[in-house]
């Protein structure tokens, strides 16, 4: 099984989703989120990781749902330094070979998916890292 193939299936925003796993650094257990005032939009806080803060996303804001905020179970950690707080984890899958299909034009997630993941009968998004810093830059643009 190629490591670019390789998906990690887990559980954020109160939704089922994939993840590269070629674009993690590591898993971690969850730990409380330090908020900071004012900070950028998308950013929930920090977390002390290995000596550094890395910021942690915050999934209300990325995706227009203020209900999921809550501690993390685990946190994945994206090799550009962000926090992924994660409800859960299902454990890895191989992408098909046929590709993606497109996520429905009203799919909130839209912005940030690769796509969506065929696994025996159901759907699943593919979260598009550089997709969801794209998005997390436009935000701070905004502001």
Do not use: Y
Not at 113 to 136: E, I, K, S, T
Request: hydrophobic share 45%; charged share 20%; glycine share 12%.
């Amino acid at each position: 099984m190629s490591e670019s193939r390789l998906l990690l299936h887990a559980r954020a925003a109160g939704r089922a989703f994939l993840l590269p796993v070629s674009e993690l650094r590591e898993v971690v257990p969850g730990s409380p989120v330090t908020p900071i005032p004012s900070g950028p939009p998308g950013i929930q806080g920090v977390v002390l990781h290995h000596g550094e803060f890395l910021p942690v996303l915050d999934w209300g804001v990325v995706v227009g749902d203020p209900d999921h905020a809550a501690p993390p179970a685990v946190l994945a950690v994206l090799r550009p330094r962000l926090g992924l707080p994660l409800e859960g984890l299902a454990g890895t899958v191989e992408a098909p070979e046929g590709g993606l299909n497109d996520p429905p034009a009203e799919d909130a997630w839209g912005p940030i998916l690769a796509g969506l993941c065929r696994l025996g009968n159901q759907d699943l998004p593919v979260l598009d890292p550089d997709r969801l810093l794209a998005l997390l830059h436009r935000l701070r643009k905004a502001r």
